[in-house]
Nanobody, 119 residues
Framework: QVQLVESGGGLVQAGGSLRLSCAAS????????MGWYRQVPGKQRELVAVISSAGSTNYADSVKGRFTISRDNAKNTVYLQMDSLKPEDTAVYYCNAEAVVLRIMNDYWGQGTQVTVSS
């Protein structure tokens, strides 16, 4: 199986920055897209940013120009640099990976990391 371990969440003031990391480990043959999602209580989980294995990226409109997603394929790790944070960015952030294990591709999720932006 695949384990995704996130780190880097925390409390920051509006206008500040945080960097999230997510490392994938396990019996991984390959990883296609990796991404970050977020969820606040009472709402559906939403896409924040996604990056393909080739480096193509896609962002939610609400974070364009403020967040940057990147990955290190050699380390099976994805990062999310979050700048100019706003209180509405407060959420639990989840890492996602489309990983191939034993020739089968599945979605895998991290445990989530809390990001709190104070006004």
């Amino acid at each position: 199986q695949v384990q995704l371990v996130e780190s880097g969440g925390g409390l920051v003031q509006a206008g500040g920055s945080l960097r999230l990391s997510c490392a994938a480990s396990g019996s991984i043959f390959s990883i296609n897209a990796m991404g970050w999602y977020r969820q606040v209580p009472g709402k559906q989980r939403e896409l924040v940013a996604v990056i393909s294995s080739a480096g193509s990226t896609n962002y939610a409109d609400s974070v364009k120009g403020r967040f940057t997603i990147s990955r290190d394929n050699a380390k099976n790790t994805v990062y999310l640099q979050m700048d100019s944070l706003k209180p509405e960015d407060t959420a639990v952030y989840y890492c996602n990976a489309e990983a191939v294990v034993l020739r089968i591709m599945n979605d895998y999720w991290g445990q989530g990391t809390q990001v709190t932006v104070s006004s």
